[in-house]
């Protein structure tokens, strides 16, 4: 079990339920700073802990856990989402997808390459083709 992985999806859970990390803390009577560490990885959750966190977010706690079939239910649910208008969903799509569920520290990386404007996205592209190329070669 991976901290990394815990203190992912306990945010994310909580994140996507649009609680700050007091709202949390309130509801399991518990300090914010609590909440903190989880987020952080500096402490793991308890078993009871756990099991709080599983009902307030409605998951198993394998969910929380970050086992890996949650990533197929959420493929799943991606796919049911992006196939419904007659597209055939992009199995290297869902590959992407699973390797930034899989690297959640990446995701803020992409996520600032896709705010940048056209041109410099294109001299990141650029840029990035030109050095997988060079480490294909080696």
């Given at each position: 079990m991976s901290s990394d992985n815990i203190s992912y999806y306990i945010k994310f859970f909580?994140?996507?339920?649009?609680w700050s990390q007091q709202e949390l803390a309130d509801q399991l009577h518990?300090?914010?700073?609590?909440?903190?560490k989880w987020e952080t990885g500096t402490v793991k959750p308890g078993i009871v802990a756990l099991e709080k966190l599983s009902n307030l977010f409605g998951v198993p706690i394998d969910h929380i856990l970050g086992r890996h079939y949650l990533r197929d239910v959420l493929l799943e649910d991606y796919k049911q989402i992006y196939s419904t208008d007659g597209r055939d969903f992009d199995q290297e799509a869902a590959l992407?997808?699973?390797?930034?569920?899989?690297?959640?520290?990446?995701k803020e990386l992409l996520r600032r390459y896709l705010h940048l404007p056209g041109n410099k996205q294109?001299?990141?592209?650029?840029?990035?083709k030109k050095l997988i190329e060079q480490l294909e070669k080696n």
């Open positions: 909580r994140e996507r339920r649009g518990i300090s914010r700073a609590v909440v903190s992407l997808l699973d390797y930034l569920m899989a690297h959640p520290s990446e294109e001299i990141v592209f650029e840029t990035m």
